[in-house]
């Protein structure tokens, strides 16, 4: 499953440039342009959060009450 489409469409983009037909000045800018933003994004993908899960997770708050389950006992007048 493709998680980053942006990064996805950058790539297709690459294998799809050299069919374009445009001058060479303009495949290299667009071939270098797009390079430089998956190296970019791939740094941001993989560098760790700091402190991020902390800030995301909040307490939840738990009381302690418990309750007890007994089997309840039939006797013949509730049938």
């Known amino acids: ?9 950058a790539g297709l ?3 799809i440039i050299p069919f374009f037909g ?3 000045f303009w495949k290299t800018t667009f071939t270098v342009l797009i390079g430089i933003y998956l190296i ?3 740094l941001k993908l993989e560098l760790p ?5 902390k800030k995301n ?3 939840e ?3 302690s009450v418990f309750t007890e389950n007994y089997p309840e006992q039939f006797t013949p007048e509730d049938k």
């Open 57 to 59: 997770r909040k307490k």
């Open 40 to 42: 970019l994004s791939s």
């Open 1 to 9: 499953m493709i998680t980053n489409m942006k990064t996805f469409f």
């Open 13 to 15: 983009l690459i294998i």
């Open 49 to 53: 959060k700091k402190n991020g899960a």
């Open 61 to 63: 708050k738990s009381t």
């Open 22 to 24: 445009i001058p060479l």
